[in-house]
């Protein structure tokens, strides 16, 4: 009876050790799943279960950081390696000894990508990249599954500064910094560029306002007088007088030309590739304009223009209205800018006195016709003149886009003194 006693204590011993904690581990209870009752009476598994009572238990004896031999082991929680040291030697046994053979499995957490078995009781690991790693050994008795306790032993390996975010932060803030400063600094050049050539456009300009108006002036005089001189004698149809008449209006010409030659050197405003508002500057501007009403009307969808054709076109804009302000006696001047598919057409209208065409006594001394017609064809376009006396003038050029927007290289006429 007491022997029977003793072998049911054992067996009950045996079951609450071994058998219950591997039915807990092997039914996981779900969400809203009664879980099942544990038969008591099921027989005990053989002697030779999967996970035997003996297994080894694994300890980690300490590092080092480079040598394999025990004298230079080190015992810490928590390992932390300079930016110089990125060599760690891991050394591992098992608690007791034991009488199987063990081998055991290492992994290094964050570098290793699986386990590495092996009967020896160290690791090497060499050139770590900065980070965090967990160092993890397992033993066991050969010829048994892998079940037993897991050693773990944190690592951290430092890095250098050049390796570490706020370097490449500081990095990225130096490198914006550094283009701001070369995009102030070509800035700064090209402000200091065009000053230079502002200035230098203002001397011109002086220079000529000093010298080569004051020469016209002189010579307009001098010829004025010897005109009236012929006057006075009774001589206005002599052919002296003709010709000396014939330089009065070349040298009344050549004053007008430069004067806006010095006007446009002086503009120191931006060059705009905007045709209507280059035409309403150059008719607000204009020194006659107070006499006569003018008005402008763009009609179509306006494009911006290179900047020499919109010099060329305000040209024969301001050289027409001049035209009629000074010799057709107007008092209503309409501008305006047809912009077609394929061309671009400026009119200029004035309700003038007009003049015949065929006449060639009117036009004899007067080059204002021959240059916007001069400055039409640099563009590619045409120059159409239509009038009559008593009815007025009319002033027009078209001009296909295509023939405007050629090549750089094929726009030789384009004036240097414009800047563009």
Known sequence: M???LKRMRLWLLL??????????GQVVPMPYTPVPPVVQDLPSPPASSSVPLNEPKTVIRGWSSGSELDSALRHEDEISLDPSHSEIVFFFATASHADSPVEFRYRLYGSDSDWTVTDGRVAHYRRLAPGRYRFEVQARTKGEPWGGAVAVLDVQQRPFFYQTWYFYTLLCLCLVALAGQLLSQRDQLLKGQIAMVLEERNRIASDCHDTLMAGFAAISWQLEATAKLFRDAGAAENPAAQSCELARSMVAHCQAEARRIIWDLRDSQEV?????QALLRAMSTHR???RV???LDVQGDEIPLPPGAVHHLVCIGQEAVTN???HAESSNIHVSLRYDNESLKLLVRDDGRGFDLTDQATRNGHFGILVMDERARKLGGVLHITTSAGSGTEVAVTVSFKAIHQPPHQQHFVVPWIGV
């Open 2 to 4: 007491l022997e029977n």
């Open 15 to 24: 079951f609450w050790c071994v058998i219950l904690p591997r039915l807990e």
């Open 272 to 276: 705009t590739n905007i045709l209507s």
């Open 288 to 290: 006659l304009h107070e």
């Open 293 to 295: 009403g003018t008005n």
């Open 324 to 326: 009629a302000i000074r």
